[in-house]
């Protein structure tokens, strides 16, 4: 990038705050820290592989899955810098089973929910991994947080993004005008301006899923899996088969190649993989700001209301005529 061009994401987020001046500057108070966290984890990421933090931890999630090593490390880094912080009453976390109450935060405006580390598995095998975060506002600032101001639709996000920890790492965001992306300089150790205005095509030739449960899918979602492998030179079909298990990696490739990632429910787990909080409500927020779409299979993602913390359900996400094409093609087989 020209360096008479570069323009940082402090200065950005700074320039999109003088344009609304009734925004106050707790939110890119907690951008900041957001930025901090990042460059943390990226550092333990980098150097995981020297030192003794790659593998397990030795205890399991609230989801009952096994620690990553990083995957705690990554969870109290959020949480320290948070507390720290003072602008977000609370945080939840995927892998916390309690809210996560900051001290002296009371007043606080906004909630935070985030993946810590989404893509974990990946850790011991030098994949790309990330982390996950969403803003919310607190319904009613006279009176205590409870689990209504934790428990809202998608559509009331704030602000919503990702950072990937991969060949470069890239802090990717949006506050519902547009997504942008921020590469980090590792020479300044700032995240520069890289991807302005990012907009998925509408179409790809790309299908994300895990095959291995193909015969626990939905009758319509085989069917479409079947349509993308299908020859058709004149719909540029079969389509690319990419599936790397990270949601995070996955996403990101299909958000700026154009693309579907499909986690359907299956007969064992109807619900899906995916938690709606931590990874499905910020990347449907991503996806439709960048001219995407995101579905559950009965409803659009944003619009389904939390009745738990930890809460999963099926997603389709990526290329709106794709997400269009597998809905209606799951619509004609129920």
């Known amino acids: 990038m020209n360096q008479n061009t570069l323009i940082t994401l402090n200065q950005f987020i700074s320039d999109q705050q003088n344009k609304f001046p009734f925004v106050k500057g707790t939110l890119s108070k907690i951008f900041g820290d957001l930025q901090l966290a990042a460059k943390m984890i990226n550092r333990d990421v980098r150097k995981a592989g020297l030192i003794d933090i790659l593998g397990n931890f030795g205890e399991t999630n609230v989801q009952g899955e096994e ?23 609370c945080v939840v976390s995927e892998e916390d089973e309690h809210i996560h109450w900051c001290p002296g935060a009371e007043d606080g405006k906004y909630i935070l929910a985030i993946d810590p580390l989404d893509g974990s598995s990946n850790i011991d095998v030098n994949a790309s991994i990330g ?23 998608g559509v009331n996000q704030v602000a919503a993004g990702y950072i990937i920890y991969g060949t470069a790492t890239m802090f990717v965001y949006t506050t519902g005008s547009g997504v942008n992306g921020f590469t980090l300089d590792d020479s300044i150790q700032e995240f520069c301006l890289s991807h302005a205005d990012i907009k998925t095509p509408s179409m790809g030739s790309i299908f994300s899923v895990n095959e291995g449960n193909l015969k626990e899918f939905p ?72 001219g995407g779409k995101a579905h559950s299979g009965s409803q659009r993602i944003m619009e389904i209301q939390p009745e738990t913390f930890h809460q999963r359900v099926p997603v389709f996400i990526g290329s709106g005529d794709m997400v269009d094409h597998v809905i209606g093609m799951m619509n004609e087989n129920k």
Not at 225 to 230: E, H, L, V
Not at 255 to 275: D, E, F, H, Q
Request: charged share 30%; aromatic share 10%.
């Open 67 to 89: 620690q990553k090593k990083l995957d705690v490390i990554s969870n109290d880094v959020f949480m320290r810098l948070m507390d720290l912080s003072g602008a977000c009453v």
């Open 131 to 153: 982390s996950i975060f969403s803003i919310y506002k607190r319904l009613s600032p006279d009176k205590p947080v409870d689990h209504e101001d934790i428990l809202q639709k």
């Open 219 to 290: 009758e319509g979602v085989i069917k479409y899996i079947d349509y993308c492998k299908g020859e058709n030179k004149d719909e540029k079909r079969p389509y690319s088969a990419r599936y790397i298990g990270s949601l995070i990696a996955d996403f990101h490739r299909n958000l700026l190649k154009g693309g579907i990632y499909m986690y359907p429910g299956t007969t064992k787990a109807p619900n899906g993989k995916l938690r709606l909080l931590y990874e499905c409500n910020p990347m449907a927020f991503l996806v439709e700001q960048a």
